[in-house]
């Protein structure tokens, strides 16, 4: 079976009183409403009468302008529902230009193909929904920064990788306790300061000990909302390294980038899991069993 990128539509031009014909793409296939949310909406939309004369009239209530229930309503019914304004043909004049935008959930990429054809798709990758890119440019194919997945510009899925480096896996005697290990890792995946071997484990449900070398951090996170969270981090050495100050403030640089890429990553998914074109994912069962177990115990938590 070839996966493809979920299409939000065709792309077609009209020709418009603007020097360069505007790009239209199609949201009918998109809807972000519940009912409970459809059904507030609408008793909002029955406290404005179109049919009262103008001069009797009075505006639609200020809910249609401040309820977060009525603008996931208007965008279902108003945005989602119909061809949307998203570009102009001058922004993808050659083959492998794209740009991305956003329309209420919805994140997308409009391209052209090797053969000039244009199209649009969900900016979401269909493994774990990290957007694929962002802003626009020039590219070949689209390669998800979260595991590597690869689309081509028609959509289709060129390569779903696996992580790299992984050898044993544990879920752990201890129920609530995911080991994942690491040993000779590749080139690619390998640190010099630290040495090739790692240990990671994650205490459900928010607590997790990771183990490089004579390195070994903390991550624990708090929930702030919906959206955010902060992690707070402790870090432990060897004491043998306690006082090269060198080593100690390499290895904080190190971390510090490694957790800026971990934050984009997650912000891209994040933003991902928003998009109605994404529902529930797959996983990859000989690298991701940890998120797996936690999936499970959360789901006993919330079912009990």
């Known amino acids: ?41 609408q008793t909002m939309v029955r406290e404005f009468d179109p049919k009262i004369p103008i001069e009797k009239a009075l505006t639609p209530p200020s809910s249609w302008y401040s309820d977060p229930s009525f603008y996931a309503f208007e965008l279902d019914r108003v945005f989602y529902r119909g061809w949307q304004a998203v570009g102009y043909s001058e922004q993808i004049k050659e083959a492998h230009d794209y740009f991305t935008g956003r329309l209420g959930n919805v994140e997308f990429v409009v391209c052209r193909d090797d053969n000039g054809n244009i199209a649009a798709f969900h900016n979401v990758c269909r493994h774990h929904a990290s957007l694929l890119v962002s802003g626009s440019g020039k590219k070949s194919c689209f390669t998800c920064p979260y595991h590597g997945w ?97 080593f100690i403030e390499r290895s904080l640089v190190d971390s510090e980038r490694v957790q800026m890429e971990d934050i984009t ?9 928003e998009s109605p074109a994404y529902c529930s994912g797959r996983y990859a069962p000989t690298v991701e069993k940890a998120m797996h177990h936690f999936h499970c115990l959360l789901y006993d938590n919330l079912i009990n």
């Open 150 to 246: 690869t689309y081509e510009l028609n959509g289709a899925l060129r390569k779903a990788t696996r992580i790299s480096g992984i050898q044993d896996f544990i879920v752990n005697v201890f129920e609530k306790v995911s080991i994942q290990s690491v040993e000779g890792g590749s080139k690619e995946t390998k640190d010099d300061r630290l040495g090739s071997n790692a240990l990671y484990a994650f205490i459900y449900p928010n607590f997790m000990i990771n183990r490089y070398g004579p390195w070994m951090d903390t991550n624990l996170v708090i929930p702030l909302g919906p959206r955010r969270c902060l992690v707070v981090f402790d870090y432990f050495l060897e004491a043998s390294l306690k006082d090269d100050k060198a």
């Open 265 to 273: 990553l997650c912000e891209g998914v994040q933003r991902g899991i």
């Open 1 to 41: 079976m070839t996966l493809l990128l979920k299409p939000i539509s065709e792309v077609f031009l009209f020709q418009s009183h603007f020097q360069h014909p505007r790009l239209i793409a199609n949201f009918s296939s998109v809807s972000c409403c519940s009912d409970r949310e459809s059904y507030k909406a």
